[in-house]
């Protein structure tokens, strides 16, 4: 009798099932955990923009606050009204989305939208700051919004607005 020199089927088989076991139960802590972080990177971002409007208000007391997020952001070394380098590349890029007004900038999972309201006579007395995630599900699961109370709030089920649960 020939002695074999390898695993039977039923080890391999063994080894696959408990392959699989591990697999089920790491595969969704993995996008739970992921999930969080693009939600925690959301709401840093939401601080990060909300003390850009305030600075950039105090800078430009005529003008307001920005309407989008191209305008607290911009490219160069020269600071304008226009282009106030007050944010990242990513969240205060021009383009594609941050050149006009509720257009969106991703980042993280999530598309960042900013919208000036209350405009008289030129001047953007408030704003309205949503971050969205990019696919609900995948890549986080509660919408965000702020303003200039620099209160976050958030929804889980549709876009946030300002009569939603504050973060805590």
């Known amino acids: 009798m020939r002695k074999s020199k390898g695993f039977s089927l039923i ?39 909300g003390t850009a409007q305030t600075t950039y208000a105090m800078a430009n007391p005529t003008l307001g606050y920005a309407s989008n997020l191209g ?23 021009v383009t594609p989305g941050g050149g006009s007004a509720g257009a969106p900038n991703a980042k993280a999972g999530y598309n960042f939208y900013v919208a000036g309201v209350s405009v008289v006579s030129g001047q953007v007395n408030s704003y309205q700051l949503n971050a969205d995630p990019t696919v609900v599900g995948q890549t986080g699961q509660r919408h965000f919004f702020m303003d200039p109370s620099v209160v976050i709030r958030y929804n889980s089920s549709a876009v946030a607005t300002s009569v939603d649960n504050a973060l805590q």
Not at 28 to 36: E, G, H, K, N, V
Not at 71 to 88: F, I, K, R, Y
């Open 71 to 93: 305008t607290l952001g911009g490219t160069g070394t020269a600071v304008t009204s226009t282009n106030a380098l007050l944010l990242d590349s990513v969240l205060g890029a």
């Open 11 to 49: 080890e391999l088989l063994i080894v696959v099932a408990i392959i699989m076991i591990i697999s089920a139960i790491a595969i969704p802590t993995l996008l739970r955990s992921r999930i969080a972080t693009n939600e925690a990177s959301a709401v840093s971002s939401l601080h990060a923009i």
